[in-house]
C-alpha cells in the first residue's frame, strides 16, 4: 500500500498586487492552505512580515448534514413525531406531563 506524503511548506512564491488590490494567490500555497473559491484568509501583520492563514469558520456538524438517523420516524419528522418517538423509547409517564405541561 502506498503511503501519501504529507505536503510540506511552499518555497517562497510571489504574486503581482493589480490596479484595483487585487493578488492571485499561487496555486501551490492555495493548495497548502487548503483554500478553495469562497473561502475566506486571515492577513496578520506582524513585525517581520504578513502571515495569511485559512479561517475555519465551519460549523463542525456540517459534515453530517443530511445523513439519515437510520431511524424513519425521525428522518424528516415533525417535533411531535420525535417528541412521540423518544418517549415511547424510554417510555412515557405521568410525569412528563407534570413536567411540559403537556400530554403529548
Known amino acids: 500500500m502506498a503511503s ?3 505536503i510540506g511548506p511552499p518555497a517562497d512564491q510571489s504574486a ?5 488590490g487585487q493578488v492571485t494567490i ?3 500555497i492555495r493548495r497548502f492552505l487548503g483554500a478553495k473559491a469562497g473561502d475566506k484568509l486571515t492577513f ?4 517581520s512580515g504578513v502571515t495569511v ?12 448534514r443530511g445523513m439519515g438517523t437510520g431511524i424513519p420516524e425521525l428522518d424528516n ?3 411531535d413525531d420525535i417528541v412521540r418517538w423518544f418517549r415511547e423509547a424510554r417510555g412515557h409517564d ?3 406531563d407534570l413536567i411540559l405541561g403537556t400530554d403529548r
Open 16 to 20: 503581482t498586487v493589480t490596479s484595483k
Open 26 to 28: 499561487p496555486v501551490e
Open 77 to 79: 419528522g415533525s417535533i
Open 4 to 6: 501519501r506524503a504529507k
Open 44 to 47: 496578520s501583520v506582524k513585525e
Open 53 to 64: 492563514a485559512r479561517q475555519t469558520e465551519e460549523f463542525p456538524f456540517n459534515k453530517f
Open 94 to 96: 405521568a410525569i412528563d
